[in-house]
């Protein structure tokens, strides 16, 4: 079924212990968008500048992306480089240049406002909460947020969250969150200010899924060379949302279960983890959904006891 | 089936977030034996002084350890004081005081020697070594070390090692001992050097078991409060041999599967979890077989999907 994805589309610069990039395709609802072609067609609302490239354009497209809702405005596209540390458990931010995306006001084409699924991407929470408020047959929204937003905007984001059906922040973000530092109380704290589901991405340690009575957890998938993290946390979030609106769970029909949202994290896990395969987004380029789904099945035989 | 347990008896001096003990049992032997005791009845190899108290001595008693092999000597008990951060990921040394722990030579009891399971609490390797030579009729042997053997004394760490079928550490020694930062390729490496079974200990994120053609991950029990530490790393071994040693497995016989290393695995996690909710021993006191199955189903709960 239709989903809505919200946030940046980029440039990044990154160095890893593997290698660099001077400049790739990147963004947060980029990442998102590719991860969960592979299970729906996602429509993308976000902004570009001119120097936004044809091929960038041409491999959205290639997988299905719908681009109405792509503004390209003059100006320069939003730019970020970064380092990785050694083990790549953390980076360095090395240029934030915002670009076209400083005056970022999402407008959702009419065409995508009957979507059933809504996945927004880390961007400011009034921003967030003004798309929700354009949609009009939602079953499931949610989103992402970072330690910024927490921080700085804390009432703007209570107000924003309290609209969502899940939250999908990482292990620092739900502490700062919370101001639990133990993550089931920090859980049990943000179920609390509205959202039924919550997911905690904790990167190479895997992901958890906390619900008000049950809670899901999977170890992160061993890979033998991480070449680039960068987008694997978005990467999740397309697969998780993806992975939804293609089994067309209806919540207020009540079939969405632990069971459902459980797979779900599975298949944000595998699509988390191809994408540290390769720098960007160039995994996808090659990517199938049979290779998806073995790596689903291996994450069921390396889990089961 | 029968099963020894090699290393420290001690007592521990432990300051934690949620508190402070002067002075309580400890020692990687007496978790070891104490985990162990609710799958089968060890028998213990150490040694400790004149202040070793009767009520410590009772507690191992009465949880079925064989104390036959601990020997009672003049002078002073192990003494280990330590002090945890904020988070309980990190700790501080404050004292070590080895007393009579300083000329451990471990003597295996006559009535000991024919037992089928080893488990090699961390001690100097050529200890371990001369252990693993006194006994007669091992089915299943194995054990423990820590980086400052696996810096200072490799050769004698490899022999070591090379006679064990499992070994038991956590990543960061993992990482050390093969000389490769990632965990898939340490294990590689590792399982080269002799062990045909390598458990790799997480802490709060979990354990993993690999085998030359196979791998399994579990992720860590979510406590509400961990109370202290101590001791679950050996905990989890207990866990782990005591339940391999209940069920007897045959390895001459190829009876060992990985699903009967997995499930082991899993009642390692059970045991460390239940140490980690009171402050040394104490949660073992009143701990339950039947309690101890039930984490063991929630386990099989939150991973299942």
């Given at each position: 079924m239709s989903l809505v994805v919200v946030g940046s589309v980029a440039y990044d610069g990154v160095e890893t212990p593997h290698g660099r990039v001077e400049r790739m395709l990147g963004g947060a609802a980029t990442y998102i968008s590719l991860a969960a072609s592979f299970f729906t067609r996602p429509r993308l609302v976000g902004i570009v500048g001119e120097d936004f490239a044809d091929e960038?354009?041409?491999?959205?497209l290639k997988h299905g992306v719908d681009l109405e809702g792509?503004?390209?405005v003059p100006g320069k596209?939003?730019?970020?480089?970064g380092k990785y540390s050694e083990d790549m458990n953390d980076r360095e931010t090395l240029q934030t240049d915002l670009n076209v995306f400083a005056d970022f006001d999402p407008k959702i084409p009419s065409s995508y406002r009957a979507a059933r699924y809504l996945l927004l991407g880390n961007i400011q929470p009034a921003l967030q909460r003004s798309v929700r408020a354009q949609m009009n047959g939602l079953r499931l929204a949610g989103g992402d947020t970072m330690n910024y937003w927490i921080k700085d905007f804390r009432e703007e984001l209570l107000e924003t969250i309290a609209q969502w059906d899940f939250l999908l922040i990482n292990d620092g973000e739900a502490r700062m969150l919370s101001g639990e530092s133990n993550l089931r109380k920090a859980a049990?704290?943000?179920l609390e200010m509205g959202?039924?589901?919550?997911?905690?991405k904790r990167g190479e340690h895997g992901a958890m899924l906390f619900r008000r009575d049950?809670?899901?957890i999977v170890p992160?998938?061993?890979l033998e060379d991480v070449f680039d993290p960068t987008g694997a946390g978005d990467c999740f979030a397309g697969g998780f949302i993806g992975y939804l609106a293609e089994?067309?769970?209806?919540?207020e029909a009540g079939h969405i279960s632990r069971g459902d949202l459980s797979r779900a994290v599975i298949y944000g896990s595998v699509m988390g983890s191809f994408c540290c395969e390769r720098f960007g987004v160039e995994r996808f380029r090659t990517l199938t959904r049979s290779e998806i789904d073995a790596r689903f099945e291996e994450f069921r035989k390396f889990t089961s006891f």
């Amino acid at each position: 079924m239709s989903l809505v994805v919200v946030g940046s589309v980029a440039y990044d610069g990154v160095e890893t212990p593997h290698g660099r990039v001077e400049r790739m395709l990147g963004g947060a609802a980029t990442y998102i968008s590719l991860a969960a072609s592979f299970f729906t067609r996602p429509r993308l609302v976000g902004i570009v500048g001119e120097d936004f490239a044809d091929e960038d354009t041409q491999l959205l497209l290639k997988h299905g992306v719908d681009l109405e809702g792509l503004e390209r405005v003059p100006g320069k596209t939003f730019f970020w480089a970064g380092k990785y540390s050694e083990d790549m458990n953390d980076r360095e931010t090395l240029q934030t240049d915002l670009n076209v995306f400083a005056d970022f006001d999402p407008k959702i084409p009419s065409s995508y406002r009957a979507a059933r699924y809504l996945l927004l991407g880390n961007i400011q929470p009034a921003l967030q909460r003004s798309v929700r408020a354009q949609m009009n047959g939602l079953r499931l929204a949610g989103g992402d947020t970072m330690n910024y937003w927490i921080k700085d905007f804390r009432e703007e984001l209570l107000e924003t969250i309290a609209q969502w059906d899940f939250l999908l922040i990482n292990d620092g973000e739900a502490r700062m969150l919370s101001g639990e530092s133990n993550l089931r109380k920090a859980a049990g704290a943000i179920l609390e200010m509205g959202p039924h589901t919550l997911v905690i991405k904790r990167g190479e340690h895997g992901a958890m899924l906390f619900r008000r009575d049950s809670f899901f957890i999977v170890p992160g998938y061993l890979l033998e060379d991480v070449f680039d993290p960068t987008g694997a946390g978005d990467c999740f979030a397309g697969g998780f949302i993806g992975y939804l609106a293609e089994q067309g769970f209806d919540l207020e029909a009540g079939h969405i279960s632990r069971g459902d949202l459980s797979r779900a994290v599975i298949y944000g896990s595998v699509m988390g983890s191809f994408c540290c395969e390769r720098f960007g987004v160039e995994r996808f380029r090659t990517l199938t959904r049979s290779e998806i789904d073995a790596r689903f099945e291996e994450f069921r035989k390396f889990t089961s006891f």
